[in-house]
Nanobody, 126 residues
């Protein structure tokens, strides 16, 4: 599968953005999907993940819980990240990732994902 992330931009603190990740290829619903982010000088960190059906195994990093929502539309081969009440510390390059054979207990680990999008920049000004 090939992944293409979009939707990043510059927003003021308290604002909102919606990131999208479009997947090409077949059997998208068999892919566990995740969002990660990487700020300058920092390691890539987990943001959120969702199971193939979209009905189970939704996880969020504590730092975004209650502000971000992950969802997917398997008919359109897309996974989205709705980000509300953005904070300057949310500034990072955001990546979508997917894997078919991921072990759920490792879903928050970047190394568990084989497929990655190119990243989209999110900048939150104070």
């Amino acid at each position: 599968v090939q992944l293409q992330a979009s939707g990043g931009g510059l927003v003021q603190a308290g604002g909102s953005l919606r990131l999208s990740c479009a997947a090409s290829g077949q059997s998208f619903r068999s892919y566990f999907m995740g969002w990660f982010r990487q700020a300058p000088g920092k390691e890539r960190e987990f943001v959120a993940c969702i199971s193939g059906s979209g009905r189970s195994t939704l996880k969020y990093a504590d730092s975004v819980k209650g502000r971000f929502t992950i969802s997917r539309d398997n008919a359109k081969n897309t996974v989205s990240l709705e980000m509300n009440n953005l904070k300057p510390e949310d500034t990072a390059v955001y990546y979508c990732a997917g894997d078919r054979t991921l072990i759920v207990s490792q879903a928050t680990t970047p190394d568990a994902y084989d497929y990655w999008g190119q990243g989209t920049q999110v900048t939150v000004s104070s």
